[in-house]
C-alpha cells in the first residue's frame, strides 16, 4: 500500500503534458502529417441514457462562444496538417445539427480557409457530419453542402417506439426518412443510418424490422451496435437498478446474423463487424481510425492521434472554453509514443476490418520489445480454433471468429504485454 502511494504521489508531481507541447514536439519530429480531423460538438436537446459521449442539453446561449473557441483551436491546428490535403473530416457529437445555421458557415468558412479542402471537393475525399433526424432542416443541408459536406450520417438506432422509449431517444421514427430524403434532395451523396440491437424486450423479429426499414431508404451505409452498458451512463444505472433485463447471449447472436445476412443480401459489405457499406462507401473517417493513422481532432472530449501522441481534449466545456494565448485547450490522457502500444492498438481495431492485420508487419514490430514469438503462437492458435482464414499474409477473421472479435482482439493484445 505505502509503495502504491509513493507512486501516486510521483505521478502528480509530474507536470502534465499541454497540447502545445504535443504539437510543437511532432511539428520538430518527421511523423507524418495528419490527413484526417475530428470535431466535437457537445450540445444535445436530450441526452440519451446509454450515450457516455460528452455531451449536454443546451439552451444555445453558448453555441456562439464555443464557435469562436473551436476556431481558435482550429488555427492552432492547422500547422500540423503542413498544407497537405485533409482526406476526412467527421464532425460528431452530441447533436452537430443542433447548431444554428449561421455559425456552421463560420465554422465551415473557418475549415475551408485554413485547411486544404481540395481532395474533398474533388470527391476523393469524405466530409461527414452526424445528424439527428428531428434537427434535420433545408436550409442547414444547403449550408452544409456549400461547405463542402458530402456525407451524413443519420442517428436512427430503431424504428420502433417502444424501443426508442427504452434508450430515451426522441425522435419520431417517420423522421429519419424525412431527413434522409432532405440530404439526398440538398445534394449530399453519401448517407448512412445508425442502428442499435440487443436492446431490452427487442425480438429478432423487431431487429427483423428495423433492419428491413433501414435497408430500405436511401443509404450507402449502415452502422449496427449491439447495447453496451458504459460505466456512469444513466442505462447501466436503470440496469443495476433491475428496471429491465438485457438481450440474452444467444438472441444478441441471432440478431447479429440477421443483420449482417439481411446487409449482404441487400448489397453492402461487411467491412467491419459492425459497419456495412457498398464497395467504395466505407466511412473513410473510421478507416483511419481502424488502420491506426494519424488525426486531428477539437472540441471538448475529442481526442487525437498524431505523431504517435494520444490525448483527449478536456472534456468540459467550462474548461475548454477558458483561453488560453496559444489557442490550444486544456488536454488529458496524454499518452506519448510507445511502439508496443501502437502495436496493440493496430491488432485490436485491424481485427475487426475485413481486410484483417498484416501477419509479417506485426511480427516484426513485435521483435522491437520481445513479442514476436508470443504474438506468432497466438495467431497459430487463433488458426487452430477456426476463428481464422487460412490466408498467410493477413489475419482476417472467417464466419466463425467475427461474432469472436473482441475475444480475438484481447488474446492477441495479452501476447504482446
Not at 460538438?41 to 444555445?60: G, L, M, N, R
Not at 442517428?155 to 425522435?171: I, K, M, V, Y
Not at 447501466?236 to 443483420?259: K, Q
Not at 502495436?343 to 513485435?366: F, H
Amino acid at each position: 500500500m505505502d509503495d502504491d502511494n509513493t507512486t501516486l504521489h510521483i505521478l502528480r508531481q509530474r507536470p502534465a503534458a499541454t497540447a502545445r507541447g504535443v504539437v510543437a514536439s511532432v511539428l520538430a519530429s518527421d511523423a507524418p502529417p495528419p490527413r484526417s480531423l475530428y470535431i466535437h460538438i457537445p450540445f444535445c436537446y436530450h441526452k440519451c441514457h446509454y450515450c457516455d459521449f460528452y455531451s449536454f442539453v443546451d439552451s444555445q446561449d453558448r453555441q456562439p462562444a464555443f464557435v469562436a473557441r473551436l476556431i481558435d483551436e482550429l488555427r492552432s491546428l492547422a500547422p500540423l496538417a503542413h498544407g497537405r490535403p485533409l482526406r476526412s473530416i467527421f464532425v460528431g457529437g452530441g447533436t452537430p445539427t443542433l447548431l444554428a445555421d449561421d455559425l456552421w458557415r463560420t465554422v465551415l468558412a473557418e475549415l475551408g480557409s485554413l485547411f486544404d479542402l481540395t481532395e474533398i471537393w474533388s470527391g476523393d475525399g469524405e466530409f461527414s457530419v452526424e445528424c439527428n433526424p428531428e434537427t434535420a432542416r433545408p436550409a442547414l443541408f444547403d449550408i452544409l453542402v456549400a461547405g463542402g459536406v458530402n456525407r451524413i450520417s443519420v442517428g436512427a438506432q430503431s424504428f420502433d417506439p417502444a424501443h426508442l422509449n427504452t434508450l430515451e431517444r426522441h425522435h419520431d421514427p417517420a423522421s429519419v426518412g424525412r431527413a434522409l430524403d432532405l440530404a439526398q434532395c440538398a445534394g449530399i451523396k453519401r448517407r448512412s443510418i445508425d442502428l442499435i440491437y440487443a436492446i431490452p424486450n427487442q425480438s429478432e423479429r423487431d431487429a427483423a424490422a428495423d433492419i428491413d426499414t433501414a435497408l430500405s431508404m436511401p443509404i450507402d451505409h449502415l452502422s449496427a451496435y449491439n447495447l453496451t452498458y458504459e460505466p456512469q451512463t444513466a442505462m447501466t444505472r436503470r440496469l443495476e437498478r433491475g428496471d429491465f433485463v438485457p438481450a440474452d447471449e444467444d438472441t444478441e447472436l441471432a440478431m447479429f446474423w440477421l443483420i449482417r445476412e439481411r446487409c449482404l443480401a441487400a448489397g453492402l459489405d461487411a467491412y467491419e463487424v459492425s459497419n456495412f457499406a457498398r464497395p467504395g462507401d466505407e466511412c473513410r473517417h473510421n478507416l483511419a481510425y481502424w488502420r491506426q493513422e494519424p488525426w486531428l481532432a477539437a472540441g471538448p472530449s475529442a481526442s487525437a492521434h498524431i505523431g504517435g501522441h494520444r490525448y483527449k481534449v478536456v472534456p468540459n466545456l467550462t474548461d475548454y472554453m477558458n483561453r488560453s494565448d496559444d489557442g490550444h485547450p486544456p488536454i488529458v490522457d496524454h499518452e506519448p509514443p510507445d511502439p508496443a502500444r501502437a502495436l496493440a492498438e493496430i491488432v485490436m481495431t485491424g481485427i475487426r476490418l475485413r481486410e484483417g492485420i498484416d501477419i509479417a508487419e506485426c511480427v516484426s514490430a513485435a521483435e522491437e520489445f520481445g513479442r514476436a514469438a508470443a504474438l506468432l503462437a497466438e495467431i497459430e492458435s487463433v488458426r487452430a480454433q477456426g476463428w481464422a482464414s487460412a490466408d498467410s499474409q493477413r489475419l482476417t477473421l472467417n464466419e466463425r471468429g467475427l461474432p469472436l472479435a473482441d475475444h480475438v482482439a484481447s488474446c492477441l493484445m495479452s501476447a504482446l504485454q
